[in-house]
Every structure is written in structure tokens, then in C-alpha cells.
């Protein structure tokens, strides 16, 4: 099957091309939609179709690290589920399967920064119809969705404690990412140089400070979403304490 094979010329992506302007439509249409029925998602037989799509995730990676095999292209240094939006994907599922708020506070910040970032602007090889383009765009976009489901429909907001969370999660994995880069050669997080396709940190200046830039980012960003939801999340707790 060839849009299963190895990357030629007929797969080469090129952002904002017709394929790209399609997902960026499903991706914005679905998340209005999420936001419009989230009181029809609120009953009890989403339950199945939670785990269904937390299966799916799994499966879907799955198959990605098999075609790299399968394809020889897996490498330690590149291959391995420690980019920020795979932690997000794990979180993703983990979030899915148990509810616990834990996951959601670590992927909250990373989805709405991170996953809705590589959307539209991905580093990506593959363009339509190959399978590393469905693969890529339905889990950065599914991470992304499932975060605004739990906070939309289940209520899920983050605190001032989740922005700490957050930035601590990311700066007590920062030297083991630069640790394995150093013994793999490889480039996770684009600790090393930034992607060669067009992306966001094209914009935040030479290496190394697009990483001092994107850690302020972080930072600026993650308390602006909290300062946004803050009053949201309050009423939420009240509500349910009413209800109680």
C-alpha cells in the first residue's frame, strides 16, 4: 500500500496547502462543536466512547513506532515518545481511562500551548494521504480535544497550583530530554536546533535563546489561560458543592 510506505516526493507536506487547510477546519469545527453540545456530552454513555477513544490512541501509536520499524527509520534519537506532545498523548490516554485531575492539569498547558501550536504549523514530512499524516494530525488534534471535553463538559479547570505543576513537570524533565539528546544524537524537544520546516520558533530568535523564549512562553501563557478560567473554575466548584 503506498500511502503506507516510505516518504517520495508525491508525500512531501507543504503547510497551509489544501490537505492542511482541511484538517485545520475539521480541527476548529469539532472544537466549536465540543463547546456548543457539551451538555448533550455530559451523560453517562460517553463513558464508552471515552475508553473507545483512548484505545484508539494507543492503537494509532502503535502503529507509528511499527511502520518506523517495519521502514528502518526508528532511531533512539528521534523515535522514542519523549517529544512534549507525545508526554501529551500519554497524559491524553491516562486522562481518558482513569479522569484523575492530575493528568489534566499536566495537559491542559501542554495541549492548548503545545498540541494547538504543532497544528498549525507542524514539523511534519508526510502530506496527505500517507498514513504519517493521518497519524500525526489525529493525535495532536485529539490531545487538544479531549482538553477542552474535560474542561467544557466535565468541568475540569486549571488552578494557580496547576501552572506550578506544570512548569515544574517540564523543567524536572528538561536534563533528562538533554541527556538523552546528548547519548542518542538526538533533537527531542528541539533542544539542539529548531525544525527544519517552517515553524513557531522561527520566530523567537537564534538557538540557543528560542529556548529561553519558549520556557517565558510557558510561563506568560500558562497564567494567562489560568487568569482566564480562574472564575470559571470557582463558579464550577460552587456548583457542585450546591449540588452536594
Known amino acids: 500500500m503506498k500511502w503506507f510506505g516510505p516518504s517520495n516526493k508525491s508525500f512531501e507536506f507543504d503547510m497551509f496547502s489544501d490537505s492542511h487547510f482541511v484538517i485545520l477546519t475539521i480541527f476548529i469545527t469539532v472544537s466549536i462543536a465540543i463547546f456548543l453540545y457539551r451538555k448533550d456530552l455530559k451523560k453517562d454513555c460517553w463513558r464508552k466512547v471515552e475508553i473507545g477513544f483512548a484505545l484508539s490512541l494507543i492503537y494509532t501509536e502503535i502503529m507509528n513506532h511499527v511502520w518506523m520499524y517495519v521502514h528502518g527509520v526508528w532511531k533512539l534519537g528521534r523515535s522514542m515518545p519523549l517529544e512534549l506532545c507525545n508526554i501529551g498523548l500519554l497524559l491524553t490516554v491516562a486522562l481518558l481511562l482513569t479522569k484523575r485531575k492530575i493528568f489534566f492539569e499536566l495537559l491542559f498547558f501542554i495541549a492548548i500551548l503545545g498540541a494547538t501550536q504543532a497544528t498549525f504549523t507542524p514539523a511534519l514530512t508526510y502530506d496527505f494521504p500517507h498514513f504519517r499524516f493521518f497519524h500525526f494530525f489525529y493525535a495532536h488534534m485529539m490531545v487538544v480535544w479531549v482538553t477542552l471535553y474535560f474542561t467544557w463538559v466535565k468541568g475540569y479547570y486549571p488552578t494557580f497550583q496547576s501552572v506550578l505543576k506544570v512548569i515544574a513537570f517540564i523543567n524536572l524533565l528538561l536534563p533528562v530530554i538533554l541527556f538523552v539528546n546528548k ?4 533533537n527531542y524537544w528541539f533542544l539542539r536546533h529548531k525544525p527544519q520546516s517552517p515553524s513557531f520558533l522561527d520566530l523567537l530568535g537564534p538557538y540557543p535563546w528560542y529556548i529561553f523564549s519558549l520556557e517565558c512562553l510557558l510561563i506568560i501563557f500558562s497564567l494567562i489561560a ?12 460552587e456548583r457542585s458543592y450546591a449540588d452536594y
Do not use: E, F, S
Open 226 to 237: 489560568w487568569l482566564i478560567l480562574r472564575n470559571r473554575g470557582k463558579n464550577q466548584k
Open 183 to 186: 547519548k542518542a544524537d538526538g
